[in-house]
T-cell receptor, first 112, second 112 residues
Framework: KAGVTQTPRYLIKTRGQQVTLSCSPI?????VSWYQQTPGQGLQFLFE???????NKGNFPGRFSGRQFSNSRSEMNVSTLELGDSALYLC???????????FGPGTRLLVL | GEDVEQSLFLSVREGDSSVINCTYT??????LYWYKQEPGAGLQLLTY?????DMKQDQRLTVLLNKKDKHLSLRIADTQTGDSAIYFC????????????FGPGTRLSVLP
């Protein structure tokens, strides 16, 4: 079974731009969560989707948004990029709403 | 709020046992997890333990849980150079959601 896939793997943007990251969960998994990983703050929860509904949201500004499609694929969007948004963005999928999370390889975003 | 703490560095000799420790604050966590991250990669699930268990063994890995002290440990027997990585402890929330809280990670260095 294929694992969690994330595209693109690397991205360079400039301040003020917006970016969309994509995540395809493990086949059959209905829950997708997003995390931001930075050297200073570590791993921080962004949001969680299950059956196209956002169930939980972390403490991030409204510039960070996401959605989940009927095939469980998910996208996250960051608008008006800031230098501090440079990070590794990790997506995780789970079979159920409360199950074990399996992570993808991440998208490394660099904001210049 | 929830908080997970880990020591940041651990160095061991190849062939020795490694013990990585973690303390958490949310006594209502249902599951506690150990993930491994190699350079440039996402998080790989190593093992997990249900909160009503004291110990779980999985090949070279042994997880010990002291619920009274909110202390979790991961023991790696016969540590190999390929075990060099960052190890994250994570607790699942009491809302049965996917907003895991991660520790800062312990960087394990295995010396030949």
């Amino acid at each position: 079974k294929a694992g969690v896939t994330q595209t693109p793997r690397y991205l360079i943007k400039t301040r003020g731009q917006q970016v969309t990251l994509s995540c395809s969960p493990i086949s059959g998994h209905r829950s997708v969560s997003w995390y931001q990983q930075t050297p200073g703050q570590g791993l921080q929860f962004l949001f969680e989707y299950f059956s196209e509904t956002q169930r939980n949201k972390g403490n991030f500004p409204g510039r960070f948004s996401g959605r989940q499609f009927s095939n469980s694929r998910s996208e996250m969007n960051v608008s008006t990029l800031e230098l501090g948004d440079s990070a590794l963005y990790l997506c995780a999928s789970s079979l159920t709403a409360s199950g074990t999370q399996y992570f993808g390889p991440g998208t490394r975003l660099l904001v210049l | 709020g929830e908080d997970v703490e880990q020591s940041l560095f651990l160095s061991v000799r190849e062939g020795d046992s490694s013990v990585i420790n973690c303390t958490y604050t949310d006594s209502s966590s249902t599951y506690l997890y150990w993930y491994k991250q190699e350079p440039g990669a996402g998080l790989q699930l190593l093992t997990y333990i249900f909160s009503n268990m004291d110990m779980k063994q999985d090949q070279r890995l042994t997880v010990l849980l002291n619920k009274k002290d909110k202390h979790l440990s991961l023991r790696i027997a016969d540590t190999q150079t390929g075990d060099s990585a960052i190890y994250f402890c994570a607790e699942s929330p009491d809302n049965y959601g996917q907003n895991f809280v991660f520790g800062p990670g312990t960087r394990l260095s295995v010396l030949p």
